[in-house]
């Protein structure tokens, strides 16, 4: 049992149920409704991430099961001169966060994920500017429900990610008035929707 907003609650059976609700709500978005839906995501993303140093790493991901798909953005970057990075998991609870030139350099990894090949770079987590964090749901305060992995949770909490700027990215059938919470999962500091840039609340 947990508690979330003063709610003793199941967590787990909750968090799942919610997965097989959010999955279904994503799968239901019309295949033009999407791509307008990711165009209008890319470009904010891409104006924002403007503003961001230079000389630090933006982490992306590589969309499966219908996530929103940032490969459009990750090329605009590259073109710019910028720097981005991929997660690659190293272990079963460790993740980090790799240099990628092209997108030619993602390989099959975890879990039939694309991501780097056992000899792209490791970023450290003090030279991540943003993370650009998939999910199956965000609510309005940064809560993010995952796939349960927990990967991107630990990776977050780690002293040197202190100043990472997490961005939950996802389409507006995700977005949910509030969200079931551990202690350990980890909020994201705006939300990324094809409306916009979005800060969460407390």
Same mark, same amino acid.
């Given at each position: 049992m947990g508690c979330t907003r003063g709610r003793r609650i199941p967590i787990e059976a909750d968090k799942q149920a919610l997965r097989n609700q959010y999955r279904v709500k994503r799968a239901a978005i019309l295949p033009d409704a999407r791509r307008r839906q990711e165009e209008a995501i890319c470009a904010h993303a891409q104006a924002l991430l403007r503003a961001l140093p230079m000389n630090g790493f933006v982490g992306l991901y /590589? /969309?499966?099961h219908g996530e929103v798909d940032l490969a459009p953005l990750a090329e605009a *970057? *590259? $073109?710019e001169g910028a720097k981005i990075a991929f997660p690659r998991v190293e272990g079963p609870s460790h993740m980090e966060f790799c240099a990628v030139q092209s997108l030619a350099d993602l390989r &099959?990894? /975890?879990?039939g994920i694309p991501a780097p090949g056992p000899r792209a770079q490791v970023v450290r987590p003090d030279e991540m500017a943003a993370v650009l964090v998939p999910g199956l749901a965000f609510a309005a305060d940064g809560t993010r429900l995952g796939y349960g992995g927990g990967f991107y949770d630990r990776y977050l909490? $780690?002293?040197e990610a202190a100043s990472i700027r997490r961005i939950g990215v996802c389409f507006?059938?995700?977005l949910a008035d509030a969200l079931p919470r551990h202690l350990h999962d980890v909020r994201m500091h705006? %939300? %990324? &929707?094809?409306r916009g840039l979005a800060p969460c609340r407390a």
């Amino acid at each position: 049992m947990g508690c979330t907003r003063g709610r003793r609650i199941p967590i787990e059976a909750d968090k799942q149920a919610l997965r097989n609700q959010y999955r279904v709500k994503r799968a239901a978005i019309l295949p033009d409704a999407r791509r307008r839906q990711e165009e209008a995501i890319c470009a904010h993303a891409q104006a924002l991430l403007r503003a961001l140093p230079m000389n630090g790493f933006v982490g992306l991901y /590589a /969309a499966v099961h219908g996530e929103v798909d940032l490969a459009p953005l990750a090329e605009a *970057l *590259l $073109r710019e001169g910028a720097k981005i990075a991929f997660p690659r998991v190293e272990g079963p609870s460790h993740m980090e966060f790799c240099a990628v030139q092209s997108l030619a350099d993602l390989r &099959t990894g /975890a879990y039939g994920i694309p991501a780097p090949g056992p000899r792209a770079q490791v970023v450290r987590p003090d030279e991540m500017a943003a993370v650009l964090v998939p999910g199956l749901a965000f609510a309005a305060d940064g809560t993010r429900l995952g796939y349960g992995g927990g990967f991107y949770d630990r990776y977050l909490k $780690r002293p040197e990610a202190a100043s990472i700027r997490r961005i939950g990215v996802c389409f507006v059938e995700q977005l949910a008035d509030a969200l079931p919470r551990h202690l350990h999962d980890v909020r994201m500091h705006e %939300l %990324l &929707t094809e409306r916009g840039l979005a800060p969460c609340r407390a």
